[in-house]
């Protein structure tokens, strides 16, 4: 098959160069205009109880998630300034495109204690809140909060400080931080690939060519993203991904093709049979590998959120385009430039790979030693996965921005200034509850929820409640009734009824999940439905969407792997060593990653953020798969070159020594400059953006030193002929349709 398509690029070199140029201006032209279409969230699962709970409260008790929140702080208190504060109220609710009707205040909702501080000045409450709603969507919506923010935020009259956050301002923070982040990311790392580039292709002319694959990949995939995005939300954050994994896979896919290309002209080949002859061989590499990426990436579709199917779109795309491109438009510049490859030559020598050199006495080392070798590696890495056993996964919030951002320092103000869970229940939606008959079993029920640790109060359509201390040490809890609920529309809708539940712990902790487990297991009080929502059940729905379907990722990710490298070399135990090696790898990276990031350590290597004790289980699952991914990447890498020698009938120390020898300066050199690109997210003032970066980086380099260079060729000296082994059932089998030259 890649022989043919060789030949075919051979015949129509101009028909296939010309009509990348073509494609290239067109995607490039119109995909630039996904950026206008991101979205900052997609934590969320669209299918949870909690998501239904919340448009059931929306539609019919018009509960709303503010559009923007701000806490105004006063100079002598909420109630003394109250004049100020109105006027201020007021002029925010006179703004187009701000729902008046809806919003509520401090100081024109009959000041409720949720809306007030917790702190004092004179007295009094020192802040006041203001929860602005809109019926405005999408980029009008993110438009008001920015004008907002723009207009309010910082000193007003009558000696206000108005700190405007909320997740309005939030997202158009995070996407601002995210596009000058990226910019500036992409001024540091293109420039350092350059140079790295002229190395690693040893002349001019060679090291511009990662740029034509890498500008095909992400032009086409940014086109198809735009269309993905007038169907679905894509989330900001996958832009990252795609314009790295871009980059990084034109450099990956252009050194192994450029590379063989030498080589075939080096034995004397022409451009044309060169050109055939590397599709043959590093083309099969390059499609392989691909291959194996876009299925790892694509299994993130799995998940409910958009967060995470956004970055199987965004990983699936770019990696195809990258393997098109790599496969058809370079192999045809390749025939062009024929050994004017090499002109702008800056290596001495032969720029053609030799079958002598360090990595080949390093894997003589390693294979006269291999016991030794694999359990101080092991050791190594296990001492690296330690604090993994620690990890404490959460979500990403407002303080992933820089701790110097005003949206940020918003967001702290209000934690610090006010009960965040007044403002923010577990909001509890019952059908057919309003009815008279359910008053009594709705009280019942609201007092074995009173009952339970953590909470304060318990609000039902009839009744306030909370729990009374035992009388004796030993006795049960009471519950106790606080008074009548005056606020009954707020709390009855037709035959429908909502609950409201305050607490005493922070809404994303073990706490508030624990106890939004235990009132989703309570018996229900009516016949219809009870949908638990609010924040904390928001929460739990989103890290039981990751673990709900993670086995189903690790299942797809294992068979689709194993098939494909079973295919490729017809063994079944390389394919399973690739993968336990990988899972090894990923688990130091993990164990660092806790390290620095929920212990907030090494801010000298990674800048400073924000330590939150807690690590995003959204980010930390994509890292494992595009680690995962990029690390099966140049497993295949290795293995192409070590069964070429084996097929030809060398022993397994000379085909190990032989295709580390020929591999091993593309894959460390591809994993430095991949490295590279991913790094320069560091400087991404967003924590997961910089979490992101470092920890890629990290695999990616942990992988092709450490695994490759140690563990792979361990391994194989001490498997021996065992390495290639395969039932006769299966080796016939891969006889028949196995990925062969």
């Known amino acids: 098959m890649f022989e043919r398509l060789g030949h ?47 448009a059931a409260l929306a539609k019919q008790f018009g509960v709303r998630t503010p559009l923007v929140v701000a806490s105004v702080d006063t100079t002598h208190g909420v109630d003394t300034d109250t004049p100020a504060a109105l006027a201020l ?15 509520v205040s401090y100081w024109t909702s009959g000041k409720p204690k949720s809306l007030r501080s917790t702190t004092t000045i004179n007295g009094e409450s020192r802040a006041g809140m203001v929860l602005i709603h809109t019926n405005l969507k999408g980029q009008e919506a993110s438009k008001l909060a920015q004008r907002l923010q723009d207009k309010y935020d910082g000193q007003q009259d009558g000696g206000l400080k108005v700190y405007v956050g909320g997740w309005g301002p939030i997202g158009n923070e995070l996407n601002s931080k995210i596009a000058s982040d990226l910019a500036k990311a992409e001024s540091v790392a293109i420039p350092l690939s350059m140079v790295a580039l002229l190395f690693a292709f040893g002349s001019v002319v060679a090291a511009g060519l990662p740029f034509m694959v890498a500008a095909g990949a992400v032009a086409a995939a940014m086109f198809f993203m735009w269309l993905i995005s007038m169907a679905t939300d894509i989330s900001v954050f996958s832009i990252n991904l795609l ?3 871009g980059l990084g896979l034109g450099i990956d896919y252009a050194l192994l093709m450029v590379n063989r290309f030498r080589e075939e002209l080096k034995r004397g080949a022409d451009s044309e049979s060169a050109v055939i002859a590397t599709i043959r061989t590093a083309g099969r590499t390059v499609f392989v590998s ?39 438009a370079l192999p045809a510049l ?12 800056l290596l001495r020598g032969d720029l053609a790979p030799s079958d002598e050199g360090r990595w080949h006495d390093l894997a003589v080392f390693v294979m006269r030693r291999p016991v030794s070798v694999f359990l101080v590696t092991l050791i190594g890495l296990g001492v690296l996965a330690a604090p993994a056993l ?23 103000f209000t934690t610090e200034n006010f009960n965040a869970q007044e403002s923010s229940p577990i909001d509890i939606f019952l059908t057919g509850g309003g009815n008279e008959k359910s008053a009594n079993d709705l009280g019942a029920w609201g007092c ?70 235990s009132i989703r297991a309570l018996v229900p009080p009516v016949k219809g439905e009870v949908l638990v929502g609010g924040a904390s059940a928001v929460f739990v729905d989103s890290q039981a969407a990751i673990t709900d379907n993670l086995p189903f990722l690790l299942l797809w990710l294992g068979i689709a792997i ?99 020898q020929r591999s091993a300066r593309i894959v460390t050199t591809a994993a430095v400059l991949l490295a590279v690109v991913f790094a320069s997210f560091i400087s991404s003032g967003i924590t997961n953006i910089k979490l992101l970066g470092f920890g890629v980086a990290f695999a990616i380099l942990l992988d092709a030193t450490v695994v490759r260079a140690l563990l792979v060729p361990a391994l194989m000296k001490l498997m021996g002929s065992a390495n290639w082994w395969a039932p006769k059932p299966l080796a016939m089998l891969h006889e028949r349709i196995g990925m062969k030259d």
Request: aromatic residues 8%; proline residues 5%; contains cysteine.
């Open 390 to 412: 620690s990890a404490n996964f959460s979500q990403i919030d407002a303080r992933a921005l820089p701790a110097s951002n005003p949206v940020a320092q918003a967001s702290a």
């Open 562 to 660: 194993l098939v494909i490298l079973f295919l490729f070399t017809g063994s079944v135990v390389l394919p399973i060593k690739a993968v336990l090696l990988n899972l090894l790898s990923l688990g130091a990276t993990l164990g660092v990653l806790t390290f620095i990031f929920q212990g907030g350590h090494l801010t000298w290597l990674v800048g400073s953020f924000t330590p939150t004790k807690t690590i995003d289980t959204n980010s930390i699952v994509l890292i494992a798969v595009v680690a995962f991914g990029l690390s099966m990447d140049y497993e295949v890498f290795l293995l192409a070159r070590i069964k070429e020698e084996h097929d030809r009938g060398a022993d397994t120390t000379t085909s190990v020594a032989l295709g580390l």
């Open 8 to 54: 075919l690029v051979v015949r129509r070199t101009k028909t296939m160069l010309a009509l990348y140029f073509i494609l290239l201006a067109v995607f490039a032209g119109t995909g630039w205009q996904v950026f206008g279409e991101l979205k900052t969230s997609g934590y969320d699962n669209p299918k949870s109880e909690s998501s239904r709970a919340a």
């Open 290 to 328: 691909g291959l194996i990426v876009a299925v790892t990436l694509a299994g993130l579709v799995v998940f409910p959120q958009y967060f995470m199917k956004s970055f199987a779109y965004a990983g699936t795309l770019v990696v195809t385009f990258a393997v098109i491109t790599a496969l058809l």
């Open 334 to 345: 390749l025939k062009v430039l024929g050994h004017r490859v090499n002109k702008g030559k």
């Open 243 to 245: 314009t790295g994994f």
């Open 448 to 517: 074995a929820i009173a009952t339970k640790p953590h909470v304060l109060r318990v609000t039902t359509p009839d009744y306030i409640l909370n729990s009374q201390p035992p009388s004796q040490p030993g006795k049960p809890v009471k519950c106790a009734l606080l008074g009548q609920n005056a606020n009954l529309s707020s709390f009855i809708s037709g035959k429908d009824a909502r609950v409201t539940v305050i607490t005493d712990v922070p809404e994303r902790s073990a706490e508030a999940a624990a106890l939004v487990k």
């Open 89 to 103: 109220v007021q002029r925010i609710a006179a703004e187009p495109g701000v729902d008046a009707k809806t919003s």
